[in-house]
């Protein structure tokens, strides 16, 4: 322990034994290896890397150098020696190697080099470099000892002991050609020892070292060789990367071949030892003559000797130096002006450059040094770095250059405007150097420009001191001398004189500015000669000090001023033209000019701040100045003409009418407004102003006026009535056009008001005549049934009808055939909205100020005005709407305030916009011929003007189906009344490829069909079109008619059936009437009934019933035998409610035969009845039931009752049937007795009618009426029940029942083909009460299961294109529209109504389930329809009990047979999808892999509809074969229904693919108990975080007993994997959980592997170590397709090993192998010493192509083979191992030979802080 925690043991361990040493270079088999204790007898291998442990209170631990170097001589025969990491330096290694003698020469490795190899020339290639750490190693790229280098170079590199070692190895090696020892730490001594080697190695034939060779070449193209032979010239190593130590070895080799005349080392990285070596290089070489060295890191020592080395070198003529930065700092101008210095006086140095990137631009010193510069700077010097433009100015200092112009920084105009930029631009880090240069040269220079920086006060004093040394200056700029600081300290004694400047000046007003006037006065004075100071002209010493000159110099010592005095161009006024930036004291500007108080100036003052209020403020300081008088100091006698485009509003009613202010301007006159008002308006007389400018800024013209209120239009009237009277006025100028005061005199106001605003009016555009157009909507139609199945794509192509239609769209329509059935066209006009169009929305804007909306803006003050407004009714452009404040358009006041303008007795908006569409449609000049407008909501009104109408028509032909010529209604014998839209013409045999039959024809185009025809099975009669059956149908227009049909007719009003019926009673002529599928109330059944009681003597046939036969028969019976019905009669309520109404019963019998067969059963349509036909079917059974069987031709062959799905029959009726059923007898009279009564889904019954059902069940099992032959009742098959107690008494065991199959078919509408609504829709209260009387009254069947199956059309747009909202796409440009750009939402607004329907069925499901025996096991799933099987679930019978034989009624196919059917027909199609793909060669076409195991922990698999009931069982069908990726997300349930009840009262739920979220289970945390749960299957939605939080809190706070969870594709992250773990221990009895494919990572999946292990983790912050507790009593965890990863994977190890009752685990997928196998494999070792676990999968969890791939495969073939090598023998299959999968077949015996791989425990490969606990071998079972 001592020498391993000394450092002198590597603390690497090994489980591989032997093979450890068999895989290390140099058959090194001899070494320490502590983790199998054993220690050989003799050591050769010494490691003592790390020995040092840097770090505070660590200092002196570990060997000393005295200790290492006993230990190394105290080995006789060492191989292998590494010292790294021990902080020794070059002394100790010469001082070992010389101790060890001879002995070093055995040593094959030394710090990670290969000796041996080099003492053997057995390699051409040495990299030592970190990323190489296998060149010229005995070892593979990938293979773990290049790893464990790679770390060790990259932590330590060789150091300088190897690098002395190596040395030795080099003076003697002949094999190397490269060599890398770059980044090893090798230090100064270490490379110099490498180079000495090498250039005593007369034999080496390198060529390369540290990437110095290639480039290192003369033009032969040799490469090192030249370098001895003295050829080698030159030498670029630019951008190498080099470090000090590789210069280090360059230079010795350049300082014993002193041959190369060019180096290039540009761009490196040497900063210290390399520098020292360089200047040593380049004072002692003779050859050298160019030199590159910039971009080196130097420091400022590095730059100063580099500095003298070129001084004292004598052969250089090109030198590149890399010199820093350009700081005004002593030391750093030092160094420039000893370098300046120096190259002045250098021999033979011609150019130099300094530090630029990316190219050097050289500065000639030959110029300088022969005296021929006469300018500064030089030309094309501007890219120069500031240290070499210091450089050089220094050189010409020194060089004493004749220089005539001198100038510093950027050239400006300072009379034109304040140098501020060319001050930004400055540089002050070369104005020592100007100082110098002015020093030397001054008294020679002619012109001087200097920018001083802002704020510049270092040297400001000093530099202007210098520049009275230039006495033959004839001009000097110091630009930004009113920037610069100066002191009075520093001021010269000599000009602290004033001049002639007044003292009141600057003993109150420009005290500040003192210093520095007196400081440009001495300098004057000291120039007598100078002609200009910044530009402005000096003049002879005589006029030095007028006036006019001081105050221009005096402007030179204000910041931010800059002045410039002209003549005035003839004016006879002298003009100052001044600017004045942000910085600019404007008191002081105007104080100095009031020095020329005799000299009355016009100031023309430009503000150049861009900012407007800077500028405002700055004028408001003119004011006091412009206006008052203050004492002791001269009057400001100037007049000031503003240039800026806006003026201070405080400055215009500040002044006083004497204020001399010539001319302003500004933008916009609503701002200026008030203030000119008072300037102009406000004083004894105008402001003596003479031009006044209006430059609008950004809008130039305008169609309307600008608006101003009225107070304002008196301001403007007062103001030009100023400027009128005004002497002094002379202009105005407006956007650039001067109008004179004349002009003004004799303009109106309004356009003086224009003036002002600045803004052209510009005529509008001119007003077409537009169309108005009449209140409008658009109806989707389609010319063909194909058409809608298979509309455009383009929505823009689709017919819409206009309504009501115009003169064009008639025109281009040619419409013959429109059917508009059952649009609501109604509804359609009350939505319709009245103030979207100009008529209908008058009442809204003919009011106040409608007189004005031809008025144009901003004239409304000079608009004539109406005394009647009421009377405008100009219609014909109404351009503007003046919409009312307090209405919003669209809104439901706006039409309440129509409504309100309209009389009462007229018609409302939508009864109009109705009646304009019946007339458009039956318009004299309308082709319309046939049309159909019923379930429209049409009134006995709308009837009249339809009648109307058609009287005035000459193209009708019929009307809602009936004929209105007179001749074609003279001629009707027949008249086919049907409520189906669209009669479709014969068509060919439809095929696969015309599956309508119909490709080889085109649409019509003549016929329009709202999308309703198609999409509806029953035309709703409303009122009117009674009516109009009523007023069309009569004995006069239809003599000769013998037939009515009325079939498949809604019919809601007994109004509109009053007129039915008054119409029949009066055509005498009928003698045939067929009724079929009616809907009708019970009440409106009786009112029919009547009438075709009424019609009985005359009706030879009613629905193939001989009516009048029978009447004659009972009227006059004759004693013959009774009339024989035959099969084709229709029995629904007429024919069953007449023949009991009128006892006709007893005068018929029905057709017999041997046995009754041959024989049709009754054709009884139940799902059409009412009350009043079931009263009949009753009658009818008693009738027959009193017979008895005295005759057998009487017999009734009715063998089932299907009522299902009947929305209208009652309780009452239901209970009367029961009864009825009961009657003694009645098997008697039925041929054959009744099999099945079904009335399942017939919503209005109630829980009597169960009771009801349940007694006649009973009564039938205990040997009543239909007992022998009755066997199902509402699909509870009672002959399979009643086997059950015959069965359990005769054996001893007990029997149990068939399960019970509830399926609820949720499809896009309530009806399925053929107008009958189906049973499977809905579960109606009887439905709940009769199954769950089922379950009491046996309790043997072992489970209830209801599936719920909805259809991905329920939640989106019916078929056929969506509908338009609004003007359709080619009238998008239509003016005066408002229509909605939304398209219409699910089903036409429906979603709430879809929303219903679902928790309907979800509520039903729960009361049935809570009248269920509480021990009874009650199973719900809800799932979308399969695609491509819809068809086969609607087809399938009402059984409801699973019974092997199928459904013994013989009614269609069974529940389980269609399932079967349904998985044949999957299975069909992914075989189909596999051939295509095999045959494409894309992956799959084998088929899935075959399934290693069964997961089937507390039956988890029996709780999933898709396997229970679809077949999935992952061989031939897979979850994909059954819901397709594409359909995942079929199904998204409204957020509206919540599913939380189905928790609270079922055993198992599964519901799965329905986009559950949070939103569905909302409900959860209200329930108190979940009693019966044990199974939750909430797969394929998306749940969440949130979701499964609020899932396991519910979970949790009921206490539940659950067992088993399954929440797979959830969007789980590790915030829901946390919640999870936490409430797993509050969950004694959930013993499997299954959470694939989510997106849990390390975090949730260590928690949850710390939960089921365990393992409390330790609070936040705590640090202390987690606690371990008691495992929990887990069984199975899927974790398939998430993230563990190696930290995940790990602690899942740790559990494995420990824990006593997980049996299945499954990381398949989880990136487990993604960079290392040590995870995977220590998972793999725990579960081997696992003494309960049975499966462990880990499929595809290495990068199928390498690191870096993205898909994921099984373990390499090398990890497999190391598996199979360590298993035990036996336990394991090979080829599930090689796929990852370990399942345990059995347990072997214990072995010595392989007890497997125990998981790594502390050592190098440690990668995080969770450390398995120590593996226990598990004894033999």
Known sequence: ??????????????????????????????????????????????????????????????????????????????????????????????????????????????????????????????????????????????????????????????????????????????????????????????????????????????????????????????????LKTGQLTMVDLSKRGMDDDDFVFLEEWLRRYDCVTDLNISWNFMSRDGIRKLTRHIKETKVLTKLNCVGLPVTQEGSALLARAVIENHTLVQVALPLGHCHDTPERQQMLQQLGVGLANHPSLQSFACTRTPNLEYASLRDAKENKVRAFPPERSSGWPRAQMAVYMWLLSASKAELDRFTLGPSAKPKVEYPKEACQGANPDLIPASLGMLHSAGHMLRQVSIALPLGYGLRSMELLRVLTVCTSLAGLKVLGFASAVLKDTQLPPEWTSIGSVPRWLFEDRLQRRRIHWQALHGLLSALPHLEQFNDLALGGPNMRESPELTCLLLMQCLEGVATELTDGGGSGEALLKASLQAEADVDAFCDVLRILSRTPLLIDLNFSDKRAETVKAQQARLGPHLSSHAEGVPRFVHAISLRNNVVSEALLQGLDCSAALREFGFENISAVLPALFAAMCGREKPLPVERIRVEPKWITSRFARKRFKKRQHSWLDGIQAALIRSDRFVELVSAGTAISRAEIEGMAPKDFVDALTGVALEEPFPVEAERLHPPQIQVLCFPSRRAYKDPPEDPSQNLYLPLPMDDEARGELQLQKVS??????????????????????????LGQGSHLRFVRPGDELDAPRFADEEGDEDMSAPTRFHWRPDLRLSSSRACARIAEELDPREPTFADNLLHESLRSLLHEDSPVQDLDLRGNGLTREDANLLLDLVCNHRNLVRLNQLPVMEDEAATCKVLHIDGIGIVEPAKQQAGDDDPYGDEDE????????????????????????????????????????REVTLRRLEIPHDSTLAHLTDALLNLRSVEVLRISDLRLSSRGASLLLQAVAELAPRLVSLNGLPLSRLVQLKDHPEGGAP????????????????????????????????????????????????????????????????????????????????????????????????????????????????????????????????????????????????????????????????????????????????PMLLRNFLDASLQASGGKVTSLASMSECDIHFFAGVMHHFQTIPYCHVHIVVSPYLLTATSGSSEFWGRPAHQAGAPCSNDSPFPPPVEGGKVAAVAARLQAHIDSTCRLFEACPILAELRVSMVPSVPGCEDLLASAGHDVLITPAGNPTGSGQSAMDSFGFMKQRLQDKAARRRKAKQKQGQPGGTGPPKALYVNNINRQRLHCCYRTLYGKDDAELTHHDVMPPDQLAAISLPGEVDVSGFFAVATSVDLQHLDLGPAHITKLPELTELPALTHVNLNYNHLGDAGTELLFRALVDTGSSVEHVALVSNDIGDEGASIIAASLGNLPRLTSIELCDNFIQERGSIAIAEAIGGVAPPEEGDDIEAVSNVPLPVLSVDLRGNRSRELGARRWAEVVCNHPDLKFLNLAQNELGLLTKEIFLDLVCAAVTSASLSVLDLQDNFPAAGLGSSEMGPPPPEVSEELLAELPAGEFDNAEVRRGVFIRRHRGGSSSDKKGRQPQQGGSNQRHSHSPPAVQQVPPS
Request: glycine share 10%.
């Open 1 to 226: 322990n001592e020498l391993q925690d000394s450092g002198f043991m590597s603390d690497k361990s090994s489980y591989r034994g032997p093979s450890t040493a068999a895989s290390h270079p140099a058959e090194m088999s001899s070494g320490l290896n502590l983790s199998f204790g054993f220690t050989p007898m003799q050591f050769e291998k010494i490691d003592l890397r790390g020995n040092h442990k840097p770090g505070p209170g660590r200092e002196g631990m570990g060997l000393s150098e005295h200790a290492i170097e006993s230990l190394v001589l105290s080995v006789d025969n060492i191989t292998h020696l590494d010292l790294r990491g021990n902080r020794l330096n070059a002394a100790f290694g010469w001082k070992l190697i010389k101790a060890m003698k001879k002995k070093y020469l055995n040593l094959e490795f030394c710090n990670g080099i290969p000796l041996r190899a080099l003492r053997m020339n057995s390699i051409q290639v040495l990299d030592l470099s970190p990323r190489a750490s296998h060149v010229g190693m005995p070892w593979a790229e990938d293979s773990k000892e290049a790893a464990v280098e790679f770390a060790n170079r990259g932590m330590y590199g060789i150091e300088v002991v190897g690098a002395i070692f190596l040395a030795h190895f080099l003076r003697l090696n002949t094999s190397l050609i490269s060599f890398n020892f770059r980044l090893n730490h090798v230090e100064k001594d270490g490379a110099k020892a490498l180079a000495q080697s090498l250039l005593g190695n007369a034999q080496t034939l390198l060529q390369t070292v540290n990437t110095m060779g290639p480039t290192i070449q003369d033009e032969a193209g040799d490469q090192l060789l030249p």
């Open 1002 to 1041: 085109e649409d019509p185009v003549d016929e329009a069909y709202a999308k309703e025809v198609f999409e509806t099975s029953f035309a709703r009669m409303d009122d009117g079109d009674g009516y109009l059956f009523l007023q069309l149908v009569t004995p006069n227009s239809f003599p000769e008619l």
């Open 820 to 845: 508009l059935l059952m649009c609501g066209l109604r509804n359609k006009m009350l939505q319709a909205r009245p103030d979207e169009w100009p008529e209908s929305s008058k009442p809204l804007w």
């Open 1123 to 1298: 009339l024989e019905l035959s099969d084709s009669i229709e029995w629904n309520d007429f024919t069953l409610g007449v023949m009991a109404r009128l006892a006709l019963w007893s005068v018929v019998a029905f057709a017999g035969g041997a046995g009754g067969a041959g024989l049709a059963d009754l054709k009884l349509e139940g799902h059409s009845l009412t009350d009043v036909g079931l009263r009949g079917l009753c009658a009818m059974l008693r009738h027959f039931a009193g017979q008895g069987a005295s005759r057998s031709g009487g017999l009734v062959n009715l063998t089932k009752i299907d009522l299902s799905g009947n929305l209208q029959i009652t309780d009452a009726t239901v209970t009367d049937l029961c009864h009825t059923l009961k009657t003694p007898y009645l098997s008697g009279a039925l041929r054959g007795g009744l099999c099945e009564l079904n009335l399942r889904g017939c919503l209005r019954l109630k829980t009597r009618s169960a009771y009801e059902l349940l007694n006649f069940m009973q009564h039938s099992r205990e040997g009543g009426a239909t007992g022998s032959s009755l066997r199902m009742v509402n699909g509870v098959d009672m002959e399979a029940l009643q086997a059950i107690p015959r069965s359990a008494g005769g054996g001893g065991s007990r029997q149990t029942a068939p």
